[in-house]
């Protein structure tokens, strides 16, 4: 058999397995795993490599409006290709309602700009703002029947944020439709109120937005998400969870007998509500909600994404520059934290930073990188087999790690359309230094080699 591609040499690592193989590749798809493959029109030699799939980020945001003037840092074309650096080969951004409008008009504008401009494979979840009889009753089940598999629900913002009721409808929907509900946990009236207090007391620098959504706001909006869940009889997978208060409500409602997904993001491992107290409103570059906590809570996330609390380890990318008008250093936002944009960039760091801290440190097993930063995802989300794993007959989206080679993080390395990088001078031990894309090179040690629009729209089944 003459294959397309073969990959040689290296060591294939699944989500359970880690064998020594190569890898043919025919029409884009994983076409045999055995020794001594040989016929190909490219060969390519991975020794000393990791043969990985490709890293899926099921949590980023992308061009996603912002309001006010404030501009997100990152199109489809700038957002993929980032992603692609970082070792992706598929990224699920959101595509949100505002409200007033219909999801089918959200999803025109929002394929509108994805169309054309994806380096790699994207996916979307819908946010749900608004939800009219008409969006839950007619528009949702006839979405997820489209492939629209999943939405996200906020329990904060005063203009995105859902009433319990609403909430209530929602998962309600999503259960007959067989939609899964991602919910972002914090009360927003507790965190209005502290943000009145911080504010009478002239208390507006970065620092104060740690200050004004603490752990405790986190805890009772995840507490209050899953009691909902449970009532309804639908599961949930509660995102970027920053702190271990929030995980016992998670790891206490599955004993409850609740089907529960957890998912962490790098800012929780690795940054702390101090990062925001820097001088001259650097501190804003760290801005994000949840916020980062205290090295406890760091602690505790390891711990998570090592016992399974956690399944999903996603980035939260949602750029937005800083030194720019249109991003956290806007006119408002120089003189109050409440007008910072929140959110910050990671498509691109989030795999070397789990590799790094998590597999070179010891933290985590190969195994496991590959089940938290891939197929977790895509068996979550509706994508697995296809996606998330090396096996016969799946699309063949492979990223070739070298687990020796040493990167310092900065801004200048990376892809993202942001001024900064949270995580500048870093150092990394792992690195994804080639990306194939069903079967074609994408990235190789540096360099793009794909195409522009060579990402697809990809239909997910359900699985809630
Ligand atoms: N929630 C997110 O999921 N991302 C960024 C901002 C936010 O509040
Ligand atoms: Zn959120
Ligand atoms: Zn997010």
Redesign the pocket.
Known sequence: MRFDTIIKNGTVVTASDTFKSDVGICDGKIAALAGCLDNAHEIIDATGLYVMPGGIDS?V?IAQPSGDGIVMADDFSSGTLSAAFGGNTTILPFCMQEKGTTLREALKDYHAKAEGNCHIDVSFHLIITDPTAYVLGQELPALVEDGYTSLKV?M??ENLRLRDDQILDTLDSARRSGALVMV?CENEDAIRYLIGQHEEKGELAPKFHALSRPVAAEREATHRALSLAEIVGTPIVI??VSNRQAMEEIERARKRGSKVAGETCPQYLLLTADDLDATELEGAKFV??PPPRDKESQLACWEGLQNGTFELFSS?H?PFRFDDDGGKLNEKGKRNFRWIP??IPGVETRLPILFSEGVSKGRIDINRFVALSSTNHAKQYGLYPRKGTIAIGSDADIALWDPRKSVIVTNDILHHGADYTPYEGLEVVGWPIRVLLRGTTIVDEGVFKGQSNGGTYLRRDRTA
């Open positions: 949590h945001h906020f904060t913002y972002h995102v970027h994000c909600s939260d949602c929140n959110g």
